[in-house]
Structures are given as C-alpha cells and as structure tokens.
C-alpha cells in the first residue's frame, strides 16, 4: 500500500547549526504534504505545508524541499535551538480523492548545546 | 483561543468497561478525526467526520465508535476496551470546502489510555 516513511529515527544536531529532515513519500498522486512538530507530552502542531506544484517554500527559520521527481521531502530548520527539540512527522495526501493525511513514523530531532 | 480540546488526558481502566473519550473544537471546522499513536507506527487513523452525522472509518476502526451529533464535538468510544487500546490518543479538526479536505489539521493535547 501507499506509505510515507522517514530515512532517519534519531537525529542529533548542535545548537546553531542548521537541521535537515528528511521523508520519502510513494503515493506520486499526493498533492499537497505538511510536516508537523510534535513536543513531548502534546499533540502534533502544524509547522509549514507545501503543494504539489512548487518545489520549495520558506517559513520563519524553516523551509520545506519537495522532489516529485524522487518523491521526497525535507524540513530545513536553521540555527536550530533547544526549543526545536521534538518529534517531526511529514503527512501527505491526494486533496482531490483522499479524506484523510498520511503520516510518516517520525524523526525525534536532539538539540546538544 | 482557537483549539481542539479532550477529555480525559489520562485514563487507566480495565477490559470491558466502556469508556469515553470526548473531544470538542471551537473552529467551526467541518471535519474531525480520530488517531491513536503508537511506537514506531505513528498516527493512524481510527474514524473520521465530514460534517454533523456523517461519519466513515479510518485505517484501525475495530473496537470504537464515534459519533457526530453536534459539529463541534466528536467524541470516542470504546464499549469493550482491551490491552491492545493502550495507547495515545488524539483528535484534530480542519476546515474543507466542497468535501474537500481542507489540509490544513488541528490536533489536541491527546489522551492516554492504559487498558488492564
């Protein structure tokens, strides 16, 4: 079936330096894909969103990378804080068809000072 | 302040006991979903909302029941909870238009259940 996965479990980066993580989607007819942070303790909160027919977009020290032609995507956080310690799903979805998000499994990003 | 908000946060209860896990949403938003999180399979989807009495199953529906009497709240039920239950909860909301799903989703604080 149709499935949205992660390269990485754990990734552990140093205070101030820029973050990259990354997800590989399969379903080539998802159009509009998201990724969420998720802190311990609460529930997942929207981060940044990207459709299908651009192939990057900037939000405040994020920005979000799309590959159609590989099917993947990125979230690049920069000077990246202890406060962006969390767990980072992308969802993906057809919004012509589907009613519901795929998620990914996650990444937990560490933050090391 | 715009939020999705549950009730119980935290549940402890035993096989066979119904229980009910309420969720309400002040966004006026059309649809409503329920997930549960469990290690290393994410957020999967457990029964959805469209709008008022419209409801469908998600990806894991065996052993709940919603139901969407009013549009802002959607509670779950389980009538007969097991240990295979145990786990994270949460709800979310989002606006659509024209049964579309408007992507953007909403979710609570969660809730966590441990069946014994």
């Given at each position: 079936?149709?499935?949205?996965?992660?390269?990485?479990?754990?990734?552990?980066?140093?205070?101030?330096?820029?973050?990259?993580?990354?997800?590989?989607?399969?379903?080539?007819?998802?159009?509009?894909?998201?990724?969420?942070?998720?802190?311990?303790?609460?529930?997942?909160?929207?981060?940044?969103?990207?459709?299908?027919?651009?192939?990057?977009?900037?939000?405040?020290?994020?920005?979000?990378?799309?590959?159609?032609?590989?099917?993947?995507?990125?979230?690049?956080?920069?000077?990246?804080?202890?406060?962006?310690?969390?767990?980072?799903?992308?969802?993906?979805?057809?919004t012509g068809t589907a009613?519901?998000?795929?998620?990914?499994?996650?990444?937990?990003?560490?933050?090391?000072? | 302040?715009?939020?999705v908000t549950q009730n119980?946060?935290?549940?402890i209860t035993v096989t066979?006991?119904?229980?009910?896990?309420?969720?309400?949403?002040?966004?006026?938003?059309?649809?409503?979903?329920?997930?549960?999180?469990?290690?290393?399979?994410?957020?999967?989807?457990?029964?959805?909302?469209?709008?008022?009495?419209?409801?469908?199953?998600?990806?894991?529906?065996?052993?709940?029941?919603?139901?969407?009497?009013?549009?802002?709240?959607?509670?779950?039920?389980?009538?007969?909870?097991?240990?295979?239950?145990?786990?994270?909860?949460?709800?979310?909301?989002?606006?659509?238009?024209?049964?579309?799903?408007?992507?953007?989703?909403?979710?609570?604080?969660?809730?966590?259940?441990?069946?014994?």
């Amino acid at each position: 079936g149709e499935s949205v996965g992660l390269h990485l479990p754990t990734l552990s980066v140093q205070e101030g330096d820029n973050s990259i993580i990354n997800c590989a989607y399969s379903n080539s007819a998802s159009d509009y894909f998201i990724w969420y942070k998720q802190e311990s303790g609460k529930g997942p909160q929207f981060i940044i969103d990207i459709r299908s027919n651009m192939d990057k977009r900037q939000g405040q020290r994020v920005t979000v990378l799309l590959n159609k032609t590989v099917k993947h995507l990125s979230l690049q956080i920069a000077a990246t804080q202890p406060g962006d310690s969390a767990v980072y799903f992308c969802a993906e979805i057809n919004t012509g068809t589907a009613s519901k998000l795929t998620f990914g499994t996650g990444t937990r990003l560490q933050v090391t000072l | 302040e715009a939020q999705v908000t549950q009730n119980p946060r935290y549940l402890i209860t035993v096989t066979g006991k119904k229980l009910t896990v309420t969720c309400s949403q002040n966004m006026n938003h059309e649809y409503m979903s329920w997930y549960r999180q469990d290690p290393g399979l994410g957020l999967r989807q457990i029964y959805y909302s469209m709008n008022v009495e419209v409801t469908d199953k998600g990806d894991v529906p065996e052993g709940y029941k919603v139901s969407r009497k009013e549009k802002r709240n959607f509670p779950l039920i389980l009538e007969s909870p097991s240990p295979n239950q145990t786990s994270l909860y949460f709800c979310a909301s989002s606006s659509q238009t024209s049964g579309r799903l408007i992507e953007t989703q909403y979710f609570g604080p969660g809730t966590r259940l441990l069946v014994l």
